[in-house]
């Protein structure tokens, strides 16, 4: 069993920035690829970036890339999102979630433990 509490969340001027954190506990985080989703209301779920577990892949979805960077601190059981240069459009909340392996899947389901999410909210 993985527990995953997100943090960071809040309320941010279009431009601006948000650090998020996930600090996972129960299993050994090392062995766990690491994911960020996030869900705006009315819409489903979708893939924000994801990290394997020793670092080298990281994927984003197209929207982020190149305002979004993943990390994780192995040895603080954290995983990081830093979001740069946002827009309303990130607005929704942000699901931190975990699966044993090391491929970074970018779909949903894949996933086996999910956070309680934070919310992020992008002013105009």
């Known amino acids: 069993q993985v527990q995953l509490v997100e943090s960071g969340g809040g309320l941010v001027e279009t431009g601006g920035s948000l650090s998020l954190s996930c600090a996972a506990s129960?299993?050994?985080?090392?062995?766990?690829?690491m994911g960020w989703f996030r869900q705006a209301p009315g819409k489903e779920r979708e893939f924000v970036s994801a990290?394997?577990?020793?670092?080298?892949?990281?994927p984003y979805a197209d929207s982020v890339k190149g305002r979004f960077t993943i990390s994780r601190d192995n040895a603080k059981n954290t995983v990081y999102l830093q979001m740069n240069s946002l827009k309303p459009e990130d607005t929704g909340v942000y699901y931190c979630?975990?699966?044993?392996?090391?491929?970074?899947?970018?779909?949903?389901?894949?996933?086996?433990?999910w956070g309680q999410g934070t919310q992020v909210t992008v002013s105009s």
């Open positions: 979630a975990s699966r044993q392996g090391a491929i970074p899947y970018t779909q949903a389901w894949r996933y086996d433990y």
């Open positions: 129960g299993r050994a985080f090392s062995d766990y690829t």
């Open positions: 990290i394997s577990w020793s670092g080298p892949r990281t």
